[in-house]
């Protein structure tokens, strides 16, 4: 008699924020689960970056000036299906010059340059408070951020802004422009001894992102069933 293997749709871990969203149903019910960021990938981190765990980074570099800088990709996109993506870093040692960013871009910025640096990427710097957009110079945008500090990135497909976070604390809408095609997290480091760790949401945020993703998805409901009425007036 032939035994039949039944096969479990596979699990991927979500943060709370995105619990019951779209994403979380699709997740549970696909056997195509759409992946969030997991760790840090070894195989897009400069050679001057140390990954430990997975999550926590180490500088490693000579970190004489910006041409020793280090940055380092997470293991796969930022998904648009989720809505709403936000992540965080703690800065564990902010080194001798605390030259830290914190962002996100596409796989073709170099990993030599500090997120928000170069084209197609963003970032807010932890030595000077200013975040950077496609340029090396940078805006004023939020207060400096070091050894013990924690800063977050948050993305909101829904209406097409970024925010970053200090401490738990909303700095403010940082760019209301999202790039096109698949964008991912990264840190850049410049300074000896520098170390941070992320968090893509294993564990609780500074942030209270749950209650901000719980209001914008409730926005983009109100809006989409506006325009369905509208539509339907017409």
Same mark, same amino acid.
């Given at each position: 008699?032939?035994?039949?293997?039944?096969?479990?749709?596979?699990?991927?871990?979500?943060?709370?924020?995105?619990?019951?969203?779209?994403?979380?149903?699709?997740?549970?019910?696909?056997?195509?689960?759409?992946?969030?960021?997991?760790?840090?990938?070894?195989?897009?981190?400069?050679?001057?970056?140390?990954?430990?765990?997975?999550?926590?980074?180490?500088?490693?570099?000579?970190?004489?000036?910006?041409? /020793?800088? *280090?940055? @380092?990709?997470?293991?796969? %996109?930022?998904?648009? #299906?989720? !809505?709403?993506? &936000?992540?965080?870093?703690?800065?564990?040692?902010?080194?001798?010059?605390?030259?830290?960013?914190?962002?996100?871009?596409?796989?073709?910025?170099?990993?030599?340059?500090?997120?928000?640096?170069?084209?197609?990427?963003?970032?807010?710097?932890? /030595?000077? *408070?200013? @975040?950077?957009?496609?340029? %090396?110079?940078?805006? #004023?945008? !939020?207060?400096? &951020?070091?050894?013990?500090?924690?800063?977050?990135?948050?993305?909101?497909?829904?209406?097409?802004?970024?925010?970053?976070?200090?401490?738990?604390?909303?700095?403010?809408?940082?760019?209301?422009?999202?790039?096109?095609?698949?964008?991912?997290?990264?840190? *850049?480091?410049?300074?000896?001894?520098?170390?941070?760790?992320?968090?893509? !949401?294993?564990?609780?945020?500074?942030?209270?992102?749950?209650?901000?993703?719980?209001?914008?998805?409730?926005?983009?409901?109100?809006?989409?069933?506006?325009?369905?009425?509208?539509?339907?007036?017409?």
């Amino acid at each position: 008699m032939t035994q039949i293997t039944k096969l479990n749709k596979p699990q991927l871990s979500i943060p709370n924020y995105l619990r019951d969203t779209w994403i979380d149903k699709h997740n549970k019910t696909s056997f195509k689960p759409i992946q969030l960021p997991t760790h840090w990938n070894p195989s897009e981190c400069s050679p001057n970056l140390k990954i430990q765990d997975g999550l926590r980074l180490l500088y490693i570099g000579l970190g004489r000036n910006i041409y /020793d800088t *280090g940055a @380092v990709r997470a293991n796969c %996109p930022i998904p648009f #299906e989720a !809505g709403i993506y &936000y992540f965080e870093m703690e800065i564990i040692d902010m080194g001798e010059r605390g030259n830290i960013g914190l962002g996100f871009g596409k796989q073709s910025c170099p990993l030599t340059r500090m997120p928000g640096w170069e084209k197609d990427s963003i970032g807010y710097h932890g /030595d000077d *408070g200013l @975040v950077f957009f496609q340029n %090396p110079v940078g805006r #004023e945008y !939020g207060a400096l &951020y070091s050894t013990g500090d924690t800063a977050g990135c948050g993305i909101n497909f829904l209406n097409g802004t970024v925010f970053f976070t200090k401490n738990g604390i909303h700095l403010g809408i940082a760019s209301t422009h999202i790039f096109d095609g698949d964008i991912y997290p990264t840190v *850049g480091l410049i300074s000896p001894n520098e170390c941070v760790e992320i968090n893509f !949401g294993l564990k609780p945020f500074k942030f209270n992102i749950d209650q901000y993703a719980k209001y914008a998805f409730a926005i983009a409901e109100d809006q989409k069933n506006k325009m369905r009425k509208d539509l339907q007036s017409n």
